[in-house]
């Protein structure tokens, strides 16, 4: 496909813990094309979440990547110097965590953070990153944003500090946003409000979003195509259409049929 | 009705606010549970469902009487809870159990799952000693865990198992209600369906009777019988499930239900979605009144006046709002 930006092929992340190897991601391959929204569906311990810290290449300290290819823009990321890859990191691929107050620093004002990734990868000077900032404040939805610049995370509720999360990853206008469990910790309302906004934005911006979540729903909602994972594989992948009206892989068939529906009563939930 | 188990009638439970380390003062209250009545039906599931803070599981501690409400009745088969206190509290605490959330939190990890399970047995002296592991056998098959488990300490068990625990700890003394706290929230889908299949199956054959408290609607939607939505400390919506899920009444209750997608991207692309928007001026106005006004898109000037009250919209159907 010409219109593809992103490529994994058959990766491998393994963790040595004690005498055990663990096979956290195992041989997975999927592509992400411009402009288009991916998901990556499994329960826990699936390797979702691995998956994408192998591709931004920050596997923790006890796991390495054994093997695949992640090409960008028909590069390897595996194979760049780490110094190649921090000006990937936030510039071309921003990222999105679940729990905001883990990933914001606590003793630092929400602006002067997001100011600071601006004057680093795009080399804006204070007042230009300044005005940067508040006008993104302002499009993920902060309101007062003059004022909530200089406000600390924890000012911040759980849904603005994942605003802040947006802004931050969206700041430098990527080609790509991992958004790993955006809103799970979040009121529904909520949810539906900062993934409405997320999505909007990455579509105003072309950017392509790779969506990981264990929420069918959100994933029926917002994704183009849908790769299922399970101990650390691909077990289905297609579009959203097919996934969801043909699945054709049993554990896919298991986890469409246990997820409850506000459209299915009480007593009509499977767990065969 | 003689059919009700639970009666709550006005249920009040305020926390003060206390400023001040020195000479700690009493400032305002937080109406954590703000007047809220309702019945529960012997054999039924009830659903309550609300979104963080709202109160929801303040109200299940008061049914618990884990909290002593600020005023209101928590009547179990006709006996006030709140006036009750010491023995014959504990009498009617039997008759009164509770599943929790985290069943990593809710599960002393130096006690075996044998002593957990037989706890409740002991403080309630309902069995002699030497047939306690007979109960524990009992509880364990009954719940679908293999009775050699026992001697297992928590963090040898996965979540699901986990939450089986809980339950046979539940179940242990025979009560006729459960008070469930967010009972599959922090489950993956398969062992969420697995948990609610298991509640549902020990209902009908112990003839349990449910308080099932959940943030998640397509939960408390596959699982209740009348559901009653919670925001900021009141109900404002209450009726059978099918009320709720399909003809929903309450401003309120019907963007959360737009805000819930549903795992099918057919449906999602023709749904119509609710925007909830903020009315800020209306957010830092004068209290009292409507408290969902000011993200209320059919807010008037009667929301600000006064709070509404549940109104019978049609049999078994109440809402409060003073727009429809």
Known sequence: MAGVLLQVNDLKTHFYIAEATIKAVDGVSFDIGRAETVALVGESGSGKSVTALSIMRLVPYSGKVVGGQVLFNGEDLLHISEKMMRTIRGRHIGMVFQEPMTSLNPVMRIGTQIAETLKVRLGMDEKAARQRVIELLRMVGIRDAEQRYRDYPHQFSGGMRQRGMVAMALSCSPEILIADEPTTALDVTTQAQILDMMTALARQMGTSVLLITHNLGIVARYADRINIMYGGKLVESGTSEEVFHHPKHPYTLKLLQCVPRIDRKRGQLSTT | ?324
């Open chain 2, 1 to 324: 009705m003689d059919n009700n188990l639970i009666e709550i009638k006005n249920l009040k439970m305020y926390f003060p606010v206390v400023s001040g380390a020195l000479l700690p003062r009493k400032g305002s209250e937080i109406k954590a549970v703000d007047d809220v009545s309702f019945n529960i039906r012997r054999g039924e599931t009830f659903g309550l469902v609300g979104e963080s803070g709202s109160g929801k599981t303040t109200l299940g501690m008061c049914l618990l009487q884990l909290y002593r409400p600020t005023a209101g009745e928590v009547l179990f088969q006709q006996t006030d809870l709140c006036k009750l206190r010491g023995k014959e509290l504990r009498q009617v605490r039997r008759h009164i159990q509770a599943i929790f959330q985290d069943p990593y939190g809710s599960l002393n990890p130096r006690m075996n799952a044998a002593d957990i399970i037989s706890e409740p047995l002991n403080i309630h002296h309902l069995t002699p000693r030497r047939e306690y592991s007979k109960r524990v056998e009992e509880m364990l098959s009954l719940v679908g865990l293999d009775p050699a488990m026992a001697h297992r300490y928590p963090h040898e068990f996965s979540a699901g198992e986990r939450q089986r625990i809980g339950i046979a700890r539940a179940l242990t003394v025979g009560p006729e209600f459960i008070v469930c706290d967010e009972p599959v929230s922090s489950l993956d889908v398969c062992v969420q369906a697995q948990i609610i299949h298991l509640l549902e199956d020990l209902q009908s054959r112990l003839n349990l009777t449910y308080l099932f408290i959940a943030h998640d609607l397509a939960v408390v939607g596959s699982t209740s019988n009348h559901v009653a939505v919670m925001y900021r400390g009141r109900l404002v919506e209450l009726g059978t499930r099918d009320h709720i899920f399909d003809n929903p009444l309450h401003p309120y209750t019907r963007a959360l239900l737009s805000a819930v997608p549903v795992p099918d991207p057919t449906i999602e692309k023709e749904r119509q979605r609710m925007a909830v928007t903020v009315d800020v001026a209306e957010a830092f106005s004068q209290p009292g009144g409507c408290s969902f006004r000011s993200h209320c898109a059919e807010a008037a000037d009667t929301c600000r006046e006064a709070t509404p009250v549940m109104e019978m919209k049609e049999p078994e159907h109440w809402i409060a709002c003073w727009r429809s």
